[in-house]
């Protein structure tokens, strides 16, 4: 299902932090399953506050931490298998090869997304104890003018853009963070807003035990 050659295949790019596009990195008919048995509910919704204005619908599929995918009896098999290739060695050994790290030790969280209209992110950077993310799309096709990318930038600018990257099975990003990684995810618009944008996050985390203690296992107690 995955394809880990397309990591080790992709380039890292050194500025002005570190992030890499990653091309087909889910075989073409795994992916065709996965977005016809995209889940359409159990997702739960986080809104930032003032001094942090955000706002995204996610569902968990593996706990900070945890060696199994959660118990979603309603999600197609497709989902659990693509889980357990995530938890795998295999998978740790291939991203961390691409940005420099043994990832062994180190948990995992993985979460979909399912985002519309009112759901963006700002300009921002992860706080720590996340170390690195890896962001896959479910969008055969996505409009130049739909809104949605996600936009690797300079600085807290928005408008400071390096790359955008549209949300289509194309591509997946992987990025380290770093006190210099701001990114963001602008308002749905145009075609857009006809839709949801479809995501999956897979994050490594340092110091696993202590997070997985003070989050537990709730649909979404981690940082998104």
Known sequence: MLNLDALSEATLTPAPWRWAEVSQFIEQ???????????TDGFVTRIGGPGNPFRSSGRRLVHLGADRPVDNADLDAVWMDLCQELL??????????????????????VSIYSNGPNDWLPAHIDNWPKVLTQTVYFHQDWGDDWGGELLILRSADMDDVVAAIPPTVDASVVHLRTQEAWHAVPPLRNGGLERDRLSMTVVFYDEPEHWREVYGDSPLGSVL
Request: proline share 3%; net charge neutral; no cysteine.
């Open 88 to 109: 795998s060695s295999g998978y740790r050994r291939a991203v961390g090869g691409l940005v420099g790290l043994d990832l062994q030790e180190h948990g995992l969280q």
């Open 29 to 39: 008919d795994s992916m065709k399953r996965l977005i016809e048995t995209f889940p």
